[in-house]
Every structure is written in structure tokens, then in C-alpha cells.
């Protein structure tokens, strides 16, 4: 087939083509991506798929996974309470002019956890905004429209570079309606692992655009890898596993290790953007009790597909989720095997997806449990159908690849559409629905009573199960710092009081122990009449305590920044400022590559 030089004006039409149906002409046509030519014969014009009407459609995709929440209210799924608690503190903290908060002030009841430090920001800060500028019980919903429209349009952009536009419409839709994402979204309420879903397709694009760009894209693959990092941590450690593989798969196949040393950089440089919740985060970890988040039923072992368990309300989700796991990899293997025959043309991409496709589904069975022991911090993960997130994206570009090799590709539409609905019938009608949820937690807030914490974040000296419900801000403990009673025959006066600071002016006749409404960490710093002073903590509970003399004293509680805190950001905005650098010595070392790429995509297009 001789392919004629394109002409400019009639570059923009290829992507606007129907496929020609079987798997050859559809090769033919998708190698004008390699070779920069168009195909001979030209195709009938159908409709314009531009950027505005991709996301149309995809805006009504979302609308059609969130609507049964328009009419039952609210899906109150696994970790719901968690997100909205966090979201409507964190907005609580914003009106005091804490921009970027640490301490969660009413988690325990009140008494406070470090869980900003531990949680990546994204999910918690995005919800909050959301809170902030529409009603509370819409704020979910929208967050979970805002990140499936998100995942389509960056599936979208990635499929586009390989497949025919019709198909690579299709690959948005199959990813971003995806029955994993039902389950995040309806049994999970996993708002910010859907968030890191949603990248995972971006950062495939720019990882095989390194492939062949090598190093201009390292600061790209590091914005968007440390985005997941931001997002979501376990689904990081997924993606910082899975590039290793992907960029493992192409040094295998150019024989070399070309491919790892940009690869490596950018990573390395994605987690330096990333440093300041990061290094936080790791350092801070020997200050909580940070080994809760694998126990009881959250450890690996117990949450491999069709788990034996003996829970049988926990083997009931667990056989629900391992039922869709199931149904994706069907789909994928069969769509795999059908577009085998692109290994002729990007046997490159075919592999790296094959591969990291097959490595999913062996990690989600029990014969994997050796590498989860093995593998560092992989056990982080704690589920491994969590797998289905890198899964879901090969699934979609493989099915979507495979419409080619149908004559009437609409059928295998159809089907994935049908198969998602009938995941859909299964999972939405089991729904926990509570809309009161969101309106309990906000009351706690507002009443003082706070809202209950979370075992991995509470501090190493601490015991929030033994913690009041119901306790004033200040109390004493006895001398032997047991028991905690209401401060009678103290004068106390709160000076100012929120989330990071707590100035109080305190007159008594005989010395106490100050018992603030507060557990122990090491970043809380006690001064006493403007000089530090040493704290002491509750054994029963972790409360903090402060020892005071006979008089009248100020007493400053404060959350200091520390060093690891510091560290971290200072990283960050060392790396920022080098990748800057590094897009202008390239752009100056290059002046023309601007345009040039601007051609190459537009010969794409």
C-alpha cells in the first residue's frame, strides 16, 4: 500500500475515521503514528471527535455511575466516615488560616490524631474545597463525577497516540466506567484511590513517550508520578512497582538499560516533588502505631481472591470484589489474545501491557504471598485486588484495541456496556445508603464531641479506645498521673484554642497536673511561662499532661514544625526549581522543539 506525503490541512482528519474493521487495515492506519504518513484510502467521515466532545461524553459517563445517588441518597461505603471527617475538618481548619493542616483536631473524640501527616493530601484537600463551594452532601458526588471525567480524559489521551480515535474514545469509556471503580465508588467510598486510579493512565503516556523521547519527558513522568503519590499510598506503591516493571520490560527488549536511567530520574525526581508529605511520613511512622494498618483482616494474606476467612461478612465482600476481579481478567486475557498481532507493529507496548497485566493477576492470588513478604513495603498495599487499578487500564486498551478485529465493533460495546451494568445491578442495590452520615459528622464537629480516630495514626503511647468520649478541654490527673478529673478549684482561662496551638493562662493555689483534651506526640511542644517544659503522658490513654507549680502560669501548646517536616519541603521546592531549570536549558539548548513536536502531534491527529 503506498502512502502518499500528508498534506497539512488534511492532517486532522485521521483521527476522525471509522476503523476499517479487521485487525490489518486497523494496523495499517495505526502505523501512520510511527511512520508519519496517512493511509492511502482514505475513509468515510463520520463525526469530529475533538477534545470538547470527548469530554462530553465522558461528563455523561460520570453522570450515569453517580445516578442512582440521585435518587438513594448517599452510598456510605467502607471508608466513607473516614473521608468526609477529614474533609469537613480540614475545611474547618482553612477558616482558622491553616492552609495545609497537620493535626486532625477531632479525630478520637477530640483529642486529636496526626493523620495529615500520614494521608496524602490531594483526596482530602480537593473534598474539602468541594465542601467549601457547594453543600456537603453534594460534595461527595461531585468529587466522584470530577475524578471518573478525569480518568476517561487521561485514558483518552493515552489510547489516542496509539489507536484509531473511535477506539480510543472507547478505551476512556471502558476505563473510566470500569467495574473496579464501581466497587471504589459504591462498597469502598475510596475517594482517594479513585483520584490515583484516575492518573494511572497518564503516567503510562508519558512513560512510553520517554521510550522514545528520553529525557524531555522526565520532568512530565515526575509531576505525574509524585501526583499519585499525593493521592493515594498504596496505590503508589502499585505505580512505583509498576513502572519499575514497565521500564524492566523495555531494557529486556532493547537488550540495554537505556530505558532505566531517565526512567530512574524521573522517578527519583517524583519523589522529591514529593517530599514534603513523603519524608514525613516515613520518618514519623516510628511515632504512631503505623503496623494497624495491616492487622486483623487488613493484612495481604487474608485478602487474596476467594479468601477462606472465617469472618463470613468479610468472605462476602472479599468473593464480591474477587467476582469482578475475575470478570476484568477475562476480558483482558480474551481481548489480549485477540490483538496479539500488534506485536508486528508496537511490539514494544503489547509486551509492557501483557506483562504488567499478567504481573496484576498473579499478585491477587495466594501463590504470590511470598513476593508480598519479600518486596519492601508492599505489604502496604494490604489488598491484593487492589491490582485491579494497573489491571483496569490494560484491560481497557486491549479491549478497546480489539474492536478492531470485529465487523460490527459495536457489539463488543454493547457487551462491556451490558457487563458493567449488570455489575452495576449487583453492587448498587447491596450499598450501605446512610445520607446521614455526613450530617452526624458535621454535627460531632460543631458540638465538640469530635468523631472517632484511626488505629494506625494513633501515637505509639497512646490507647484511643480508652479514650472519653465526652471530656473537657481541660482537666488534672493525680499525682501519680493515672486518673484524669475536671479541674476544680483551678482557674483557668483559653486564651486561643484550635488545631495547632492552645494558649492558656492557669491559677492555682497548689501544684497539678494540667490534663488538656489532647494525647502525646512528639511534635507537640509545651512552653510554661514562656519557657519549654517537659510533658508527661497518661499511661492509660496517652493524654498529654503537664506537671505545674503553686501560681499562675501560661502555658503555650504548640505543633511545631519538625526537622523531618522542614526537610521535606525543602526537597521539594529544590526540585521544583531544578526541573524548571532543566525545561528551559532544554528549550534554549533546542529552541525549535516546540514546534517540531507541535507537528508531530498534529501529523497524529
Not at 516515613?282 to 483482616?297: D, G, L, M, T, Y
Not at 487499578?389 to 486491549?398: G, H, K, N, R, W
Not at 458535621?442 to 490507647?463: F, K, L, N, Q, W
Request: with cysteine; net charge positive; aromatic share 12%.
Amino acid at each position: 500500500m503506498s502512502n502518499p506525503q500528508p498534506q497539512p490541512r488534511r492532517t486532522a482528519d485521521w483521527h476522525n475515521r471509522q476503523p476499517l474493521g479487521i485487525l490489518d487495515d486497523s494496523i495499517d492506519a495505526m502505523s501512520a503514528h510511527t511512520t508519519g504518513k496517512l493511509p492511502a484510502t482514505p475513509q468515510r467521515q463520520t463525526f469530529k471527535y475533538s477534545a470538547g466532545s470527548v469530554l462530553l461524553l465522558l461528563c455523561f459517563v460520570a453522570t450515569a455511575l453517580i445516578a442512582p445517588m440521585l435518587r438513594l441518597g448517599q452510598a456510605s461505603g467502607h471508608d466513607f466516615q473516614f473521608h468526609l471527617a477529614s474533609w469537613l475538618e480540614v475545611a474547618g481548619q482553612w477558616r482558622e488560616g491553616i492552609l495545609y493542616p497537620r493535626w486532625a483536631e477531632w479525630a478520637n473524640w477530640g483529642f486529636g490524631e496526626p493523620r495529615f501527616i500520614f494521608y496524602p493530601p490531594a483526596s482530602w484537600m480537593a473534598g474539602a474545597a468541594l465542601g467549601l463551594l457547594l453543600p456537603w452532601k453534594m460534595a461527595p458526588g461531585a468529587f466522584i463525577w470530577l475524578a471518573t471525567t478525569l480518568a476517561g480524559m487521561c485514558m483518552w489521551r493515552l489510547a489516542r497516540e496509539w489507536l484509531p480515535m473511535p477506539q480510543a474514545v472507547a478505551a476512556a469509556v471502558f476505563f473510566a466506567a470500569n467495574p473496579y471503580h464501581l466497587v471504589m465508588i459504591y462498597y469502598r467510598a475510596d475517594f482517594a484511590e479513585l483520584l490515583a486510579s484516575a492518573l494511572f493512565p497518564l503516567m503510562l503516556q508519558v512513560a512510553l513517550r520517554m521510550l522514545t523521547s528520553g529525557w524531555r519527558e522526565l520532568p512530565a513522568l515526575a509531576a505525574v508520578f509524585a501526583a499519585i503519590w499525593l493521592s493515594n499510598a498504596p496505590a503508589a506503591v502499585i505505580a512505583t512497582y509498576s513502572l519499575v516493571l514497565l521500564f524492566a520490560v523495555a531494557c529486556f527488549l532493547r537488550r540495554g538499560v537505556s530505558p532505566a536511567v531517565p526512567g530512574g530520574a524521573a522517578m527519583a525526581a517524583g519523589f522529591g516533588l514529593a517530599a514534603f508529605y513523603v519524608l514525613p511520613a516515613a520518618w514519623e511512622r516510628q511515632w504512631v502505631q503505623i503496623a494497624q494498618v495491616a492487622s486483623n483482616n487488613l493484612r495481604p494474606e487474608q485478602n487474596f481472591l476467594f479468601t477462606q476467612a472465617s469472618d463470613p461478612e468479610f468472605v462476602l465482600f472479599n468473593w464480591k470484589v474477587s467476582g469482578v476481579a475475575m470478570e476484568v481478567m477475562l476480558v483482558a486475557g480474551i481481548a489480549a489474545v485477540a490483538t496479539a498481532r500488534l506485536r508486528r507493529r508496537f511490539a514494544e507496548l503489547w509486551w509492557m501491557l501483557l506483562t504488567l497485566g499478567a504481573t496484576s493477576v498473579l499478585l491477587m492470588f495466594r501463590p504470590s504471598a511470598f513476593v508480598w513478604r519479600l518486596l519492601p513495603d508492599l505489604h502496604f498495599v494490604q489488598f491484593p485486588w487492589r491490582w485491579l487499578i494497573p489491571l483496569d487500564l490494560v484491560f481497557a486498551l486491549f479491549a478497546a484495541a480489539a474492536m478492531a478485529r470485529l465487523r460490527r465493533p459495536w457489539l463488543l460495546v454493547f457487551g462491556l456496556i451490558a457487563c458493567t451494568a449488570a455489575t452495576a445491578a449487583l453492587i448498587v442495590p447491596n450499598a450501605w445508603w446512610d445520607s446521614e452520615d455526613i450530617p452526624a459528622i458535621a454535627a460531632g464537629i460543631h458540638a465538640g464531641r469530635g468523631y472517632e480516630g484511626t488505629d494506625e495514626y494513633a501515637p505509639v503511647t497512646s490507647d484511643p479506645y480508652n479514650l472519653p468520649r465526652a471530656a473537657p478541654r481541660i482537666a488534672k490527673a493525680d499525682p501519680e498521673m493515672q486518673n484524669v478529673t475536671p479541674a476544680a478549684g483551678v482557674r483557668v482561662h483559653i486564651e486561643r484554642w484550635n488545631a495547632e496551638r492552645r494558649v492558656l493562662s492557669v491559677d492555682s493555689p497548689q501544684a497539678f497536673v494540667l490534663a488538656p483534651r489532647l494525647v502525646n506526640y512528639p511534635a507537640w511542644e509545651v512552653r510554661v511561662d514562656g519557657k519549654p517544659a517537659p510533658a508527661s503522658t497518661a499511661t492509660d490513654t496517652g493524654q498529654l499532661l503537664v506537671p505545674l507549680t503553686p501560681g499562675a502560669h501560661a502555658v503555650d501548646l504548640r505543633f511545631v514544625r519538625t526537622w523531618d517536616r522542614t526537610t521535606g519541603a525543602a526537597i521539594s521546592v529544590l526540585t521544583a526549581a531544578l526541573l524548571i531549570g532543566f525545561v528551559v536549558l532544554l528549550r534554549r539548548i533546542s529552541p525549535g522543539s516546540a514546534s517540531a513536536l507541535a507537528r508531530r502531534s498534529e501529523l497524529r491527529r
